[in-house]
């Protein structure tokens, strides 16, 4: 779980960096708003078929594997930014950043799957997730000094070049339960207590027939779209509605993601502590999940706060409902699928996920060059989780195990 959050948090320095040089570059190549829109696009369309694909090839290969190849073709992507010259340029490098990332999740709860029973993946998923909220924080304290003192494409090579040191780690440590010499047969025994998985592999085809893999993908297309929104917008709304820039924004920045950290620990923590105490995982994952949806409903009148803290506060409350409510959401294919379908599941959702966070790059990059006001995006930021949990509920009402 440990190497996971590491591997989240270098996940989120090579996401989050372009957003936290949006002002820099805008300055350096003209980029306009729809511009910016269309690099996120292109990002968004190669992880979204690379999450279908890698989440099949983590069920094939394992985690181990799949998720180092993810990683290695992740971090080439990022550190190629640095050559950038041209938007073409930065959209090939964003590509192949796309492309490596779509491995990243599906690895992930692969992983948590084969490591954890039941009853702690939720908890265990948030944890790792939390990941993603510390590199949302480091990036923007050391990204902008390595910027003002050896210019932005330093910024690709240092953190890249650093981030390497993950992967020969994960090569040498990771192994299934069963592969692991140094487990005791008392722990295998707790990991597996859940009753065992069919044998046979399960088909894409099949998969998408199945209601359960809707319920999590179009929980995934619109709750998605909104953690895309705040991690590569939010620089952007601190410095046009509260005239924050490189040297500035960092520490409000800090503290939303700090606030997602307790999020997404505490959303996998309070469904655990409700199963332990008895409640079913149908009933403990959707009340988590409307608790998280109700946090996030103030979110839509962020853009009206006229003081900084009071719009972070918000913003951040609202950051730290999406990651619980992603925490339950991402356990949906653990709770009811075999474990040989659950990295094709998390795959589809990743995609349908993404595709919609497309549509929301179309959507932001209209809104701030016809409007300019972040308003209509935050409503919409706001409504999306009850939304979402609505539609999981009305698909998947019982909980119960997908007939695959």
């Not at 938007?87 to 796309?98: K, T």
């Not at 692991?180 to 088909?203: G, M, N, W």
């Not at 949906?332 to 075999?338: E, R």
């Not at 300019?372 to 995006?377: A, K, L, V």
Request: aromatic share 14%; proline share 5%; hydrophobic share 55%.
């Amino acid at each position: 779980m440990w190497l996971l959050f590491a591997a989240m948090v270098i996940n989120y320095v090579d996401r989050q960096m372009i957003g936290v040089l949006k002002p820099t570059l805008e300055a350096e190549f003209g980029w306009t708003e729809m511009q910016y829109a269309d690099l996120i696009f292109w990002f968004q369309a190669a992880y979204a078929v690379s999450y279908l694909a890698f989440g099949r090839i983590i069920d094939r290969v394992g985690a181990r594997w799949g998720f180092g190849a993810a990683f290695l073709i992740w971090h080439i992507g990022h550190i190629f930014t640095a050559g950038a010259r041209e938007m073409s340029h930065f959209i090939a490098a964003r590509v192949v950043l796309g492309v490596g990332e779509g491995g990243g999740f599906p690895g992930g709860i692969k992983a948590v799957t084969e490591w954890f029973p039941k009853k702690e993946r939720a908890l265990a998923t948030g944890l790792f997730n939390a990941g993603t909220n510390i590199g949302a924080i480091v990036t923007p304290l050391i990204v902008p000094g390595i910027v003002l003192a050896f210019g932005w494409q330093m910024a690709f090579i240092i953190t890249g070049v650093l981030g390497l040191i993950w992967l020969p780690i994960w090569l040498l440590v990771y192994r299934t339960p069963r592969e692991q010499k140094r487990l005791s047969p008392t722990e295998l025994a707790y990991i597996e207590q859940d009753p065992a998985d069919p044998v046979e592999k399960v088909k894409w085809t099949k998969l998408l027939t199945v209601k359960e893999t809707w319920a999590y993908a179009l929980g995934k297309f619109l709750i998605d779209p909104i953690w895309w929104m705040f991690l590569f917008w939010l620089p952007d709304f601190l410095g046009r509605t509260h005239g924050l820039d490189l040297r500035t924004f960092g520490i409000p920045l800090v503290i939303i993601y700090l606030m997602s950290d307790v999020g997404s620990v505490g959303g996998g923590w309070l469904s655990s502590r409700l199963m332990h105490r008895g409640m079913s995982v149908n009933r403990a994952r959707k009340t988590t999940m409307l608790i998280c949806a109700l946090l996030a409903v103030p979110v839509m009148f962020a853009a009206m706060a006229s003081q900084l803290w009071v719009a972070v506060l918000i913003i951040g409350l609202a950051t730290a409902a999406h990651q619980g409510f992603s925490a339950n959401l991402y356990s949906l294919p653990g709770d009811v699928f075999p474990r040989s379908a659950v990295g094709s599941v998390v795959g589809i959702g990743g995609m349908v996920g993404a595709i919609g966070g497309m549509a929301m790059a179309k959507y932001a990059g209209y809104v701030l060059e016809s409007i300019g006001t972040y308003t209509p995006i935050f409503i919409v930021a706001g409504s999306a989780y009850l939304i979402a949990l609505v539609v999981v509920h009305f698909i998947t009402p019982d909980y119960a195990p997908a007939k695959v």
